[in-house]
């Protein structure tokens, strides 16, 4: 999902009928370059090397997003089955993982591994940037976030849920924080967000096509311990198991 | 003859060491691009007609995943099952300019 607004420039995309790396490309229609669906950067023509604005949207549920938004509008019309398939919940969603980041900078966290840690703390993409990423088995949503506050790296440990809500405590200050909105939600840190990141569920095999296995990060195999274990290559903190 | 066929194990693994494109090189998408379907094919939509939740109930279940945004107080939901029909969907909200993609 990206801002269509270059500059002073609002642009329209269409499908440009192409396949690269598997995957779809855009052109827009007030300058013709080619767009990558997978980055939002223009390859080639006359805005080559320009990058849409990456957007926080979700994938969740209907009947959870009715709920959250009852004021929401929605499309409607013909439904097919397209080239990231159906999301589906269940183990076909283990044929997908959540990509991270923007851009060049991304890594993949398998299903696999998000279904049974519902949460993870990471290395950064970029120095100084480390991520706490969380997701949820139920509805399928997953976010990523920088957990730094105030030049301070955050470091988490699950809480004890609070209306049936995963809740992690931050270590140096006790306070306790919403992983899917990023937000601590009582405490000494109550109120403070942390920044946003980029996090889009992809088609596993789709994601490797264009950035490789380097990576991804899924369970090892075979795990020795539930929850316990280290995703490969190891996440720098533990998330939870069950 | 004999010194071609020595030279061709060389010439593969000349070929296994050279580095690969890389990925999002224009060098790379022009070997790597197809053309699959002509171009507008898919039937990308531009500021389509949307409907309230009550409406969409009457066509979505509740397990079937959604793109969501909300941006400047407005919320706006893809059903993933439609915007496979698309691929993309040019769109806004709180009268920011989007693209949708799946």
Same mark, same amino acid.
């Given at each position: 999902?990206?801002?269509?607004? *270059?500059? &002073? ?18 052109? &827009? ?90 949460? *993870? ?19 399928? *949503? ?7 506050? &105030? ?14 809500a995963l809740r992690l405590r931050d270590r140096d200050s ?43 990060? &899924? ?24 | ?50 409907? !309230? ?37 040019? !769109? ?11």
């Amino acid at each position: 999902m990206y801002g269509r607004t *270059l500059g &002073d420039r609002v642009l329209e995309f269409g499908h440009q009928g192409i396949l690269y790396r598997n995957s779809f490309v855009m052109y &827009d229609k007030q300058t013709e370059s080619l767009w990558l669906h997978v980055t939002g950067e223009a390859l080639q023509g006359p805005l080559k090397g320009s990058k849409l604005e990456f957007l926080p949207s979700v994938v969740v549920p209907w009947g959870l997003w009715k709920l959250r938004h009852p004021g929401s509008r929605v499309l409607l019309g013909r439904k097919a089955r397209g080239m990231m398939g159906a999301f589906a919940l269940g183990r076909a969603r283990e044929l997908y993982g959540l990509s991270v980041g923007q851009g060049r900078r991304v890594r993949l966290y398998t299903w696999k591994l998000l279904s049974r840690r519902r949460w *993870l703390q990471d290395e950064g993409l970029e120095e100084g940037r480390p991520l706490l990423v969380a997701a949820d088995p139920e509805t399928g *949503l997953g976010r990523a976030w920088v957990r730094v506050l &105030d030049g301070r790296t955050l470091v988490f440990e699950e809480a004890a849920p609070e209306d049936g809500a995963l809740r992690l405590r931050d270590r140096d200050s006790g306070s306790l924080w919403d992983p899917f909105q990023g937000r601590c939600v009582s405490g000494k840190r109550r109120g403070a967000e942390l920044p946003w990141v980029p996090a889009t569920f992809w088609l596993l095999e789709r994601w490797k096509g264009f950035f490789g296995e380097a990576g991804i990060r &899924d369970l090892p195999a075979p795990e020795k311990k539930e929850g316990t274990g280290t995703a490969a290559p190891a996440p720098a903190g533990e998330g939870g198991g069950r | 003859m004999t010194r071609s066929l020595l030279l061709l194990p060389l010439l593969f693994l000349g070929a296994r060491l050279l580095p690969a494109q890389e990925p999002f090189s224009e060098e790379d998408f022009q070997r790597n691009a197809r053309q699959v379907v002509p171009r507008d094919a898919f039937p990308v939509l531009t500021d389509p007609e949307m409907v !309230d939740v009550r409406r969409a109930s009457e066509e979505l279940r509740d397990d079937e995943p959604v793109i969501g945004l909300v941006l400047n107080g407005e919320a706006r939901a893809w059903p993933i099952s439609v915007m496979g029909s698309h691929e993309l969907v040019n !769109d806004r909200i709180g009268g920011i300019p989007i693209a949708v993609s799946w």
